[in-house]
Structure formats: C-alpha cells, structure tokens
C-alpha cells in the first residue's frame, strides 16, 4: 500500500505559466516532506523541504504548501520555464523513523 | 560532478554471473543508502549505512548483498539475480541519517538482467 501517491503521472504546462505538482500521503504520522527533481540519465536532485510546523515554504520560484488535514501537499512553480522539464518526486518522512518513502513521480514537461 | 559518482553507468549480466556496483561519495557525508527504481514504481530503500553500520535492511533477497568499508565507499554485490531485478539502482549519501536532511544521488546504475 502506498503511503505517498503522485496521482497524475504527467503534467503540460505552457512557459511562463504555473505549474502545479500534487502529492498525498496517508501516513499521519509524516512530519517532513520533501520534493526532489529528476532529469533523464541523473539521479535525483534535492528541491526543497517543508516541515510540518509549517504551512508554506518558498525558495524562489518554487514553493511548498503543506495541507495538514487533507494530508496532501504541492509544489507550484511559477514561472514554468522549459529547464523546469523533468520527473518530480514527493517524499515523506517520520521523525521516529529514518526512512524516506517516495511518490511514484510526476513528469512535467514545460513547452514554449 | 555531483558529488556522488557510481559506477558503472550500464550494467548487463547473465542470471548465473556475480557483479558488483560501487558507489563514492566526496561530500563527507555520515550515512550512504542503496535504493532501487523500478519503472512506474516508486524509489525503493534497500540498504542504510551510518558510519559504516548497517542500520536499515529493508527486506531484500539476500542475492543482494551489501558493503560499506569506509564512510567514502558503498559496494552492492550482485549474484543469481533475476530478470525482475532489472531496474535502476542509486546510491544516496546525507550528512546523517535524520530524517531532516536531504539526500544526495548520484546518477545510478542501469541494470538488466537476462
């Protein structure tokens, strides 16, 4: 069973406009979620991070909101420029345990 | 150059052979993992290393078969696979293995199995 779920395995943004990326989890216990971009052929890159003390994280264009309640989050990115191509995972993580579990992934593919 | 260099990049290999992988990192990094992405599927944890210490085995074959001999270097030996275990395999290091800090990869291993 899965414990975070990227539910659109895709996503078509055009350039300069927002993209936004969804992640679900189910494990209430999750306390620090990250997200990590993937380009073909390299390992993940690191993204950014939202602690569950937090609502909102942002590091320039791109920002985390964290839905404690509805146990979902997302990452906008806005510009979207073509660079921003690539697989996006979700992951979660709980304080009493080391292990990070990850999404499936969504592509997003900017076009100009 | 990320910080985080396996080798090889491809990896083809007969069920009956033994072959290894090999992860370095150059981060001065505490704890190195072994994880597994098998396609539409997400990325898997096999194996967490802090200081040299196993910490995490998470329920793999043991036809996979781990080795950390320093802090720098992270080893994943490979004998009798199966054609399901074709998938790519990364190597991640952290500063420690608390769950606030993030993780480096490198750019993996394509394995397949035949």
């Known amino acids: 069973d899965q414990q975070v779920k990227q539910n659109s395995p895709s996503l078509s943004v055009q350039e300069g406009r927002i993209s936004i990326l969804n992640c679900d989890y189910t494990n209430s216990m999750f306390d620090y979620f990250l997200w990590y971009k993937k380009y073909p052929a390299e390992g993940p890159t690191f993204l950014i991070s939202?602690?569950?003390?937090?609502d909102k994280n942002e590091d320039g264009r791109f920002t985390v909101f964290l839905n404690k309640s509805a146990k979902h989050l997302s990452l906008h990115i806005v510009p979207s420029q073509p660079g921003d191509s690539a697989v996006y995972f979700c992951a979660a993580s709980a304080s009493y345990t080391d292990k990070l579990i990850f999404g499936t992934g969504t592509r997003l593919q900017v076009f100009p | 150059e990320t910080g985080v260099t396996q080798t090889p990049r491809h990896l083809v290999m007969g069920m009956t052979n033994k072959k290894s992988l090999k992860c370095e990192q150059h981060l001065g990094h505490n704890a190195m993992y072994w994880y597994k992405q098998s396609a539409k599927k997400p990325l898997e944890l096999m194996f967490v290393y802090s200081l040299e210490e196993r910490v995490e085995n998470n329920s793999v074959p043991s036809r996979f078969s781990p080795e950390c001999p320093n802090s720098s270097h992270l080893f994943l030996h490979l004998h009798t696979l199966q054609p399901e275990d074709s998938a790519l395999y990364l190597c991640a290091s952290s500063p420690t293995v608390l769950n606030n800090s993030p993780l480096h990869f490198g750019n993996g291993t394509r394995l397949t199995v035949t």
């Open positions: 939202i602690s569950s003390i937090k």
